[in-house]
């Protein structure tokens, strides 16, 4: 089966790939926490994955109730210290990774990858590292970098098929540090090829 990538808006992507339905930093809701509102409407109901990669613990990219709603018993792979914010939001079925280090789901492969960001909760969190994910199997490789800067060991990514690369800002604003502009996502491209 061809892999098929579904855009849900920010980095909520479905990806159904090999056996295997991924989805990316689940934002679910019309508006989360830091009065961060989607444009579109609320995600439409998306039936429970096989598990969801969570790149970091920022409110835009780890948002509990959104979690809840895939079901507490859903798979979340998340970086290595997550976990206990994760358990204590009522999720029961996590796996802590760090980078460089493989999960399996189903017949496909679930590699944790370095990313540039500061990945702690604000405004108080404990630090804990930041993730992409590097999917294979199924015929195809397909990169997640979750949120990051642009890092020369995005060259070690070689023979990925499709990458999700984030472009921050809001409107013509900048996000600076551990985010990729346009420019610096566009080398991001070609390091990984």
Known sequence: MTPRITYFGHATILIEVGEARLLTDPILRRAILGGIIRRAEAAPEIESPDAVLLSHQHADHLDLRSLRMLGAATEVIAPRGAGRRLRRGGMTAVREVEAGETESVR?????????VHDGRRFPFGRPVEALGYEIRGGGARIYFAGDTDLFPGMAALTGVDVALLPIGGWGGNEMGEGHLDPERAAEAAALIG
């Open 107 to 115: 017949d496909i492969k679930v590699v944790a990858t370095p990313a």
